[in-house]
């Protein structure tokens, strides 16, 4: 009865988004937590998958979700652990009681497991890794032991390798006697007699050839092999540039170590795009909406208070000309509007070149074509919005050289957005530092001071 | 030996990034070029990805461009267009011999020609389906039927599909039987008599069971199906949230017509990441660095445009405090301040409402908590930074009410910003318009209006 439920209503109620958590399951799921009924629980629960269920544990109060995880207690799923958001997964982790918590971690693969444990404090890793058996926790230690953000905290230790000189049958009955193959494989990986990888074989085309035939005939053109110590960024934009769907991790001396499919390189892209996007707007980019309002509050302050530093370096250049603007006060009725546009001007460019920047589009080999073309759009919508700009002033103050001097101070203004807008997510990335983590201060002050300084310092020279 | 070169780079030079175009290839093609040397340039293309191929052809200028193309010539292989920025597309097109296009395109799976053709003129598109075999052109066509940015357009047809009573032997002896397997296939999807697909089976469990085993003993937990008519950002949503690595679609009764792979997704999922973050920054979201000044700076006029219109609505409430300023100078000197304040913590709030509404993370079910949330981090950083510019104002001008008056209007345009940030998107979305597309200017006015409304109001109410 839930699953019809379920796929009743994205048909019956439009308004909410394909996949996202049905209203009605929501209520009555809440409702048993309420009348603290477990049967009721179970039944709603059970066809919802982990990563649902996550979303739900974060969509919902604190309050609830105590209640909620401890009433359905022996149903809990490991797998949810790792869907659920860092912010809000030590308080579920908390309200487990440790018995379930224990065989919750132990149905995990091991790479979930380090996903999961990862970010711990040691003591709570330590209770972890303690229901671990023996070679899950070794499997995880010593994925542990590679840097953060590495393809080899991310890889499964769990390979299908084939000599070279194995057939087709030899790979099927290596595969039907083995007692655990990995939950995911797509490809059997040919190694040589150092175990350094030198080809994939899909299993579709396994599948269709015949006992004899050679694995190496079916090796396909493309192969990319992974450094285990690759940061996972690299990892997920091989993986989409080259159209992967699993690869080889391999050690220093290049022997096999494991293997990272593509659902993983997905993950880590949609995170790569959120840490973005967040970074653009100067938000800490593991908030997420399950923090408390301090926290909340605490991961945008930095950003706030590096702008409000520029901000009155911006108000230092307009004190500046405190008299020219006691002359003329259109000129502070004015000023916002060039600051303005330049910072819409420079936020643009900065956008387009730190994502050029992250798709490898924007290199030294085009760079310089790209300052220039991008001096030169500033240059044209300077001029466009510049005249624009005259137009409306000269109408509404009816100053002539009012107008010029508005003109004149946005097209400066606009040609300085797009000049900082590309060369310092440019200077960054070469600097080693994440253009979009700390571009946007940087441009903002250029185009505030550019364009008041501009407008205000054309204005006293020329107008009084 | 070019191989060695390409090895060796990544390596001998830091400064490049992993998998970017290595710039002693690109100038050994360009040298190439240049020579008209067209043994050379084919040995240096040969060990490049179709993918970095395309890469080069847009990070040169267009006259190396089309050199290259011309004398690539017979080598020059379909994926290359297919991987292709839209925008320099046609260019290449147009460059290429039509035998050779003819040939490029015979090569490529249905959806590549899809993909390709879809956003072609009619008489371009009828050149590209004139070179197809009958049976590929009415493939394509058929796909062409389904909606623009659907399931349909992005799956492949070719399925491997098994009635429900099938053993892994009759599926292993079919797939061996078969004249052409799909490039591509992770799982033989079974169907019920109607073709309704009921259930995956993985070829990693097909081959590691024995050949009497029912398929249906091997079917997987986790099994979504996708109407032929979903929209290709909600089919990478399901991929990424469920970890699905293939998926059939439906048509409207149902019935099994074709299959959507990861790889798909993920390219899917960096498309619609490129469109929020360009559109979050008012850029044109189909633009790229090889586009004309004349293109880029088109794209990027109406957003500026918008921006010029909100900038002059502050404006004019600027002009209603004229007299105010002209009474004390020092208004105009920090009022810039709390706009650009405002204006962050709105951009900071909007793209985490944003980006809460793509995850699915921001429902009905949480709306009115989120809201009370961010306004409740918006008063207690308006709280913070209202204090610290009453102190800084208060210091720098020596004006006891003036402190209190910008601490009181900043904290003012914060609360609105937090409100604007977070309702703005979610009216949007309800209203089915892309909240990335336009939240931008509405809050941009929002807090600019606050802002100075709160700032000179209080200040001709209090101070004069």
Known sequence: MT????????????????????????????????????????????????????????????????????????????????????????????????EILADAVRDLDSDDVVDLVEDMDAPQQAVILGALEDADRVAVQQALSYPEYSAGRLMQRETIAAPEHWTVGDAIDFMRNSTELPEQFYHVILVDPRMHPVGNVTLGKIMAAYRAT????????????????????????????????????????????????????????????????????????????????????????????????????????IDMFAETINQMVALAVLMPIVASMGGNAGTQTMTVAVRALATRDLTAQNAMRVVVREMSVGALNGLVFGLLMALVAGFWFGVPMLAAVIGLAMLLTQISAALGGIVIPMFLDRMKIDPALASGPFVTTITDVVGFFAFLGLASWILL
């Open 3 to 98: 699953e019809d439920i379920d796929q009743d209503l994205p048909d019956s109620d439009h308004e909410e988004a394909a996949y996202s958590l049905d209203r009605r399951t929501v209520a009555a799921i809440l409702g048993a937590v309420e009348a603290g009924d477990r049967a009721q629980l179970t039944e709603w629960m059970e066809p919802l998958h982990p990563a649902d269920i996550a979303d739900l544990l974060e969509q919902i109060s604190a309050s609830d979700r105590r209640r909620l995880v401890q009433l359905y207690d022996r149903e809990f799923d490991g797998d949810i652990l790792s869907e659920l958001d860092e912010s809000i997964r030590e308080e579920v982790i908390a309200a487990l009681h440790p």
């Open 214 to 317: 050679p694995l190496r005939d079916l090796v396909e053109d493309m192969f990319q092999v992974i450094p285990a110590t690759q940061d996972e960024a690299d990892v997920a934009y091989a993986f989409n540039q080259y159209h992967l769907i699993s690869a080889p991790v391999v050690d220093d001396e290049g022997r096999l170590v494991g293997v990272i499919t593509i659902d993983d390189a997905m993950s880590v892209l949609d995170e790569e795009h959120e840490e973005d996007i967040m970074r653009l707007a100067g938000v800490h980019e593991e908030s997420s909406l399950s923090d408390t309002i301090f926290e909340a509050a605490k991961g945008r302050a930095l950003w706030l208070f590096v702008n409000l530093l520029t901000a009155i370096l911006a108000s230092l250049v």
